[in-house]
Structures are given as C-alpha cells and as structure tokens.
C-alpha cells in the first residue's frame, strides 16, 4: 500500500528558513510533488521531483532521496504569506498513476 | 477555459438526498482526478479518469459514490443517500496529456476551487 507522513505543524519566523519533511513508502514510485494550499483555497503545484537530488525554484528547493523513501521542501527567506499548507504526494504507477497525498504540513510564519 | 472550473461552488443537502457535483477540466486535458478534503485534513483520492475510462476507482468511499466523464472533457462525481459524513470539499484536478496520450512526465495536477458539500 502507500503511506505518507509529513508533520501537521510547523512555526518559524519572517526571513528565516523552514524545512518541511516528508518520507513515504510506495510500490510503485513514478514522482514526489509538493502543492502549496492556503486556507479555503485549492493547492497549487510547487515543485516535482523524480530522480535523486535538489531542485531549485527560486526561495523553494525540494529534495529526493528513493532510496530512503524520503524528500523535503525548503523556503528560504520566509514571508508571511508563504503560511499555508504545504502538501506532500507521490504519484505510483500501479492502478493507473494514480496521485496519494499526504495529510499536509500547516506552516505558520510569524513577524 | 483558462482553468478548472466546478459548480456548484457551494452546496447544502438534507441527509439522504442525492447530489451530483459537476467538474470542467482545462481543455486538452486527458486526465482528470476527484478528491474530497474534509476539514484540516489531507486530500482523499476517490476516483481517476484517463480519457472517459476510470482506471482507478479503489477511492470511492462507498457504492454510493460514483463518478461518469463524457466525450473526455465535463466529469460528474453523483452521491447518492447522502449522509453526513459525506459533507467536505470536493476538489476536481485536470493534467495534461504526455506521450501516447498516457500520463505526462510530471503530471501536474491543476485543481478546480472546489465545491463545499454540507450534509445537514
């Protein structure tokens, strides 16, 4: 089966830099996504990864790690608007691709 | 159009009606997803379609949950007796097609605004 854990909550400060972990079991791994979700609005997609390593997008970087199941979501220099939810998922290639997300981690930056 | 839309944006039932949520995927979209987010939580797969065929429907909570896509485009998610456990967000997401018609590479999901279901 799949499984996803990342922390629900998380709290750092304007200008600081946050770390959001995310670790994952899957039999058929095709693709780690991290969305970002403000409250009462839909996620929107901040970064993919599917082989090893950092990605880099501007304050947001995401990395994987297959072979310990394993990624992260880094933001650096923290806005107050970058509170949110911020939402693991990995997409497996059995049944279809289909797409499993994690709970989500609410982030809470604070002046 | 420009994005996905989902109507109604906001709806009320008594518990035991039937309710039926409509999703329009962003044009030239293959792939369109059903999820339903209760309050605070995660989202919760339902249903996949790829083209009209649903591959993957091991998400449907219940057999009173089913899901029809047309002509590869509009899909309705129907929730027949509804109770009150059902009342949550329903998202609609659409990815656009990669090689051979299948899943693209990253399969960026883009995700309608939604429709609230409150079962009363």
């Known amino acids: 089966g799949q499984n996803i854990d990342q922390p629900t909550e998380m709290t750092a400060t304007e200008g600081a830099i946050v770390q959001i972990n995310c670790t994952y079991q899957t039999s058929g791994f095709n693709g780690l996504f991290w969305y970002q979700q403000h409250a009462g609005e839909a996620p929107t997609f901040l970064s993919y990864?599917?082989?090893?390593g950092l990605e880099e997008k501007g304050r947001f970087s995401s990395f994987l790690s297959r072979s310990k199941g394993y990624s992260y979501l880094l933001l650096k220099e923290l806005q107050m608007k970058d509170s949110a939810s911020y939402l693991c998922a990995v997409r497996d290639r059995t049944g279809g691709f289909k797409t499993i997300f994690g709970a989500g981690t609410r982030l809470f930056v604070k002046a | 159009g420009a994005g996905v839309s989902q109507s109604p944006s906001n709806k009320v039932t008594e518990k035991g009606k039937d309710v039926e949520l409509r999703c329009d995927p962003i044009?030239?979209?293959?792939?369109l997803y059903w999820y339903r987010q209760s309050l605070g939580q995660g989202l919760e797969f339902l249903i996949y379609f790829q083209g009209n065929s649903a591959p993957d429907k091991s998400g449907l909570p219940s057999d009173r949950f089913s899901a029809e896509r047309t002509g590869g485009s509009v899909s309705t998610l129907t929730i027949q007796r509804t109770q009150q456990e059902d009342s949550a967000v329903y998202l609609c997401?659409?990815?656009?097609?990669?090689?051979?018609?299948?899943?693209?590479?990253?399969?960026?999901?883009?995700f309608g605004p939604g429709t609230r279901l409150t079962v009363l």
């Open positions: 990864n599917v082989l090893d």
């Open positions: 997401a659409s990815s656009s097609p990669g090689l051979a018609g299948g899943p693209s590479v990253t399969d960026t999901q883009y």
């Open positions: 044009s030239g979209h293959t792939a």
